[in-house]
Nanobody, 134 residues
Framework: QLQLVESGGGLVQPGGSLRLSCAAS????????IVWFRQFPGLEREGVSC????????NYADSVKGRFTISRDNAKSTVYLQMNSLKPEDTDVYYC???????????????????????????WGQGTQVTVSS
């Protein structure tokens, strides 16, 4: 079965850290750029971070720059999102999505990756809840 599975979410206090994982099964992850999204129920989905298929390019939303770091280990078919200095407004369901490497350009810093159409993603995960609260 071809799928992405997120893990690592949970409850953390403000200022704390979490590391999310996005694991691929049934397909070769290093053929795909990966984007992390987040969405609060009833609100619009927000693009958080992007990493190209080999990890050479990364991109971040302004709201998380300097606090979040995206990385990947293609040998483990996994992409990570290290989240530090978490704030209550980071509370959301976090999703990862994969788009084929021919679209790697969306992870260049010159590209506004949140505008990339949802229809262009090949695989989506089910999401993991992150709650930042004291």
């Amino acid at each position: 079965q071809l799928q992405l599975v997120e893990s690592g979410g949970g409850l953390v206090q403000p200022g704390g850290s979490l590391r999310l994982s996005c694991a691929a099964s049934g397909f070769t992850l290093d053929h795909y750029a990966i984007v992390w999204f987040r969405q609060f129920p009833g609100l619009e989905r927000e693009g958080v971070s992007c990493i190209s298929s080999k990890g050479g390019s990364t991109n971040y939303a302004d709201s998380v720059k300097g606090r979040f770091t995206i990385s990947r280990d293609n040998a483990k078919s996994t992409v990570y999102l290290q989240m530090n200095s978490l704030k209550p407004e980071d509370t959301d369901v976090y999703y990862c999505a994969a788009t084929f490497r021919s679209r790697n350009v969306i992870c260049d810093s010159s590209y506004y990756f949140p505008q990339f159409p949802a229809s262009e993603y090949d695989y989506w995960g089910q999401g993991t809840q992150v709650t930042v609260s004291s």
